[in-house]
């Protein structure tokens, strides 16, 4: 603030009538709020973590599971749906971001246009992240089972350690069965972050529908945009990590 | 608006809730460039992703990925969230109850290994 003529001394900074961090309260609250969320996402990463090393070499290596892409059968194409899905989102992330500059400008036209666009960004995320778990699923994964096993690596190991009636194997099924926390963390983390896209595509529609009903242009700023944005950003941001940690790490 | 901007304002018409601070509007330039940057990221991450190492150098693969992984989220909370631009108070707020995940973090790791089902 420029042209702040208030003298601030540190005396009175706390002492209510003004904003000392220079944000309006509902801002301030968001960042509140997404400083706690990073606080669970971390916990449920943290715990993948722990219990991904707990395993070792019998952690089954995510680019043998996730190695599918729609229309492409049987082709071994690890990490590409994944990439894909990381461009759309950060694609969804930009054109907020964009809206939220055309809100500066309070020009309602193009915060409607941008707005769109990241809405058809979130619902193309889901959609993908549908076919992606209806993937897994019919490959037999679920909270309780996983037929994706040891690599070839761990079976040695496994055979020298005499630890292999850890796993039961399974009829019909050519593959020993590996360990159960690799689905079930896949089906929690990202579930828990696809439900934060889910909530954050229902604001943004929200924000939409009020932008074109004009909501904003009475009310003479368009914050509400840059606080939905904030929480978009931030979902955006968690993907980033989950990125990292489930599929390339 | 005229509420948001009158920093003459007498303590009686300051109401905290609707206080909204003036914005200043940098233009979409810087926007794109972080982009950019973001993509490029990610495609480098794609790229090394299929360099083949030994397993005795797979770690280093592991700490390249959340170096790029921070610079990621640097750009993002900096430039997206708009954070790099708030005052230094409320940047300190935000980020250093991240040191308690630092800390979990490595705590977890080191207590991994008691986890350890063989």
């Given at each position: 603030m420029t042209d702040n003529t208030i003298i601030i001394d540190e005396q009175t900074?706390?002492?209510?009538?003004?904003?000392p961090f220079n944000v309006s309260y509902g801002k301030l609250m968001m960042w509140l709020f997404l400083l706690s969320d990073t606080f669970t996402f971390s916990c449920l990463l943290i715990g993948y973590g722990a219990i991904r090393f707990s395993y070792g070499e019998g952690w089954p290596d995510p680019s043998t599971v996730f190695n599918h892409f729609p229309f492409a059968h049987g082709m071994n194409l690890p990490l590409l749906f994944v990439s894909l899905m990381t461009f759309i989102l950060i694609g969804s992330s930009v054109t907020m971001v964009l809206a939220v500059e055309a809100g500066h400008r309070n020009s309602k036209k193009e915060v409607a246009k941008y707005m769109l666009y990241t809405i058809v960004g979130g619902i193309m995320f889901l959609s993908c992240q549908a076919w992606e778990w209806s993937q897994f699923i019919g490959e037999g994964a679920s909270l309780r089972e996983n037929l994706f096993g040891l690599t070839e690596a761990g079976k040695i190991k496994a055979a020298g350690l005499g630890f292999a009636h850890h796993y039961t194997w399974i009829e019909g099924v050519d593959r020993m069965a590996g360990p159960v926390p690799f689905a079930s963390l896949f089906f929690i983390v990202t579930g828990f972050h696809g439900f934060h896209v889910f909530s954050g595509v229902v604001l943004n529609i929200i924000i939409y529908i009020n932008t074109i009903k004009g909501t904003y242009e009475r009310r003479g700023h368009y914050e509400m945009v840059e606080k939905v944005g904030l929480y978009w950003h931030f979902v955006d941001l968690v993907w980033v990590f989950v990125f990292t940690f489930y599929y390339l790490i | 608006m005229s509420n948001a901007h009158?920093?003459?304002?007498?303590e009686n018409e300051y109401i905290p809730e609707t206080y909204i601070p003036h914005s200043e509007n940098h233009g979409t330039k810087e926007i794109w460039q972080k982009f950019w940057i973001l993509l490029v990221i990610t495609i480098m991450d794609f790229i090394v992703y299929f360099i083949k190492v030994s397993p005795d150098f797979k770690i280093y693969k592991n700490i390249f990925f959340i170096i790029f992984g921070i610079i990621k989220a640097y750009f993002i909370v900096g430039t997206f969230m708009h954070l790099k631009n708030e005052k230094t108070n409320l940047i300190m707020t935000v980020l250093v109850p991240i040191v308690f995940i630092l800390w979990f973090i490595t705590w977890m790791m080191y207590e991994g290994h008691a986890l350890s089902t063989y």
């Open positions: 900074t706390w002492a209510g009538g003004r904003s | 009158n920093n003459n304002a007498t």
